[in-house]
């Protein structure tokens, strides 16, 4: 993903709506993508199920509170959209 990232990608999206387990590893991978994503100024929007291990998971570590998550892919999609021109728009205004 970090690689991903450095193409210059306009946003990324994780869908873990298949995902049924995430532990230490995949929170840090999640962790150091946000970071990354971050110093890009690229969005990262994840999709997970409102329901489940992984929500809570994210819930618990509070990435929930870090990274933007939908509860499905094409509301994930729809708010790493609208993330994105909200950052073009802001970039734009502090350029002026």
């Not at 993330?83 to 728009?89: F, I, P, Q, V, Y």
């Amino acid at each position: 993903m970090l690689r991903l990232l450095n193409t210059g990608v306009p946003a990324l999206v994780l869908d873990l709506t298949g995902t049924r387990f995430c532990g230490a590893s995949g929170v840090n991978v999640i962790v150091r993508t946000h970071l990354r994503a971050k110093a890009l100024t690229t969005p990262l929007v994840l999709a997970v199920p409102e329901t489940g291990s992984v929500r809570r998971v994210f819930e618990i570590t509070e990435v929930s509170e870090l990274v933007p998550t939908a509860s499905d892919l094409a509301a994930a999609c729809e708010l790493a959209c609208t993330r994105r021109t909200a950052g073009s728009l802001s970039a734009a205004q502090e350029s002026s």
